[in-house]
C-alpha cells in the first residue's frame, strides 16, 4: 500500500515538467465539444486549480486530448488523494477515466489514446495513485483500473 504522501510526491515529480498545451490543443478531435472544458482554457497551470475547479470540471478528462490529459490528470489526482472518500463525482471519474475496461469497444480505443504521451515516470505516478486509492471509498474501482495499467 501506498502511501497518499508518497503518491503525492511521485504525481509532482513526474509531471512537473510537462508543458501546458495551448488551449486549441486541449480539445481531443474525436470529440464532438468542449463544454467540459470550458474552465480549464482560463487555467494557466494544473498546479493553481483550486478544489472547485476540479469539482466543476470532473468530466473534463473525458473530453481532453492526449496532451491536455497528461498535463491536468495530476490537478485531478491530486484531489482524489487528498479527498480519497468524497462523494464528490471527481473521484470516481478521475479512476473511470484510467479505466478503460469500463468502455465497450471502440470507446475503450479513445480512452487509451489519452494515454500515448505518458512517459516511464508518469505511468509508473499513475499506478502510484490508484495503488494509494484502493484504500478508498472507490477502492474496487482503482483495483479494476489498477489492473489495466499493471
Given at each position: 500500500m501506498v502511501s497518499t504522501n508518497e503518491a503525492l510526491t511521485r504525481i509532482d515529480i513526474a509531471f512537473s515538467g510537462v508543458p501546458?498545451?495551448?488551449n486549441d490543443e486541449l480539445h481531443h478531435p474525436d470529440s464532438f465539444d468542449d463544454m467540459d472544458l470550458q474552465r480549464l482554457y482560463e487555467i494557466?497551470?494544473?498546479?493553481?486549480?483550486?478544489?472547485?475547479?476540479?469539482?466543476e470540471e470532473?468530466?473534463?478528462?473525458?473530453?481532453?486530448?492526449?496532451?491536455g490529459f497528461r498535463y491536468f490528470l495530476p490537478a485531478y489526482m491530486r484531489f482524489a488523494l487528498l479527498n480519497p472518500d468524497s462523494p464528490e463525482a471527481v473521484?470516481?471519474?478521475?479512476?473511470w477515466a484510467l479505466d478503460p475496461s469500463l468502455y465497450s469497444e471502440g470507446i475503450d480505443a479513445y480512452a487509451r489514446s489519452k494515454y500515448v504521451l505518458f512517459d516511464e515516470a508518469q505511468r509508473a505516478a499513475i499506478v502510484t495513485f490508484l495503488d494509494a486509492m484502493t484504500d478508498s471509498s472507490y477502492g474496487d474501482d482503482a483495483l479494476r483500473a489498477l489492473q489495466e495499467w499493471r
Open positions: 501546458r498545451p495551448d494557466g497551470s494544473w498546479r493553481d486549480m483550486t478544489d472547485h475547479d476540479v469539482i470532473y468530466a473534463a478528462l473525458n473530453f481532453l486530448s492526449a496532451a473521484v470516481s471519474s478521475t479512476i
